[in-house]
């Protein structure tokens, strides 16, 4: 389950050290790896890493997951690309499954 970090508030104008972003976001050092991976900039190439507020802003901004389309009938959500589109005709078949028969718990 992803996190809302975008929700916890940093100043723009100040500079973090990857320690105070473990405790500020609660996580571990390994999830500001993570996040520099995925896109976090550093403020320079000097160690230790620090980061500017107003980075971790834009990127924790970028992070916010999109809302669904909404979907018309017959229409589903691509698990790749999330967008909503069509099956094609020649992939739908009817499927039907046995029942089975209800099991009842012991008393």
Known sequence: MTR???KVKVCQDQ???VDELCKTYNVRRN???DW???GLRKSDE???FVFRGAELQ???NGQKRKPLAKLKQGEFNCLSCGSAG???PQSISLMTTSSYPRRR???
């Open 4 to 6: 809302a970090h975008y």
């Open 58 to 60: 834009r990127y924790h």
């Open 36 to 38: 520099m991976k995925s």
């Open 31 to 33: 999830a500001i790896t």
């Open 46 to 48: 000097l160690r230790p």
């Open 15 to 17: 500079v973090y050290s």
């Open 86 to 88: 069509y099956p094609a």
């Open 105 to 107: 718990c012991l008393p």
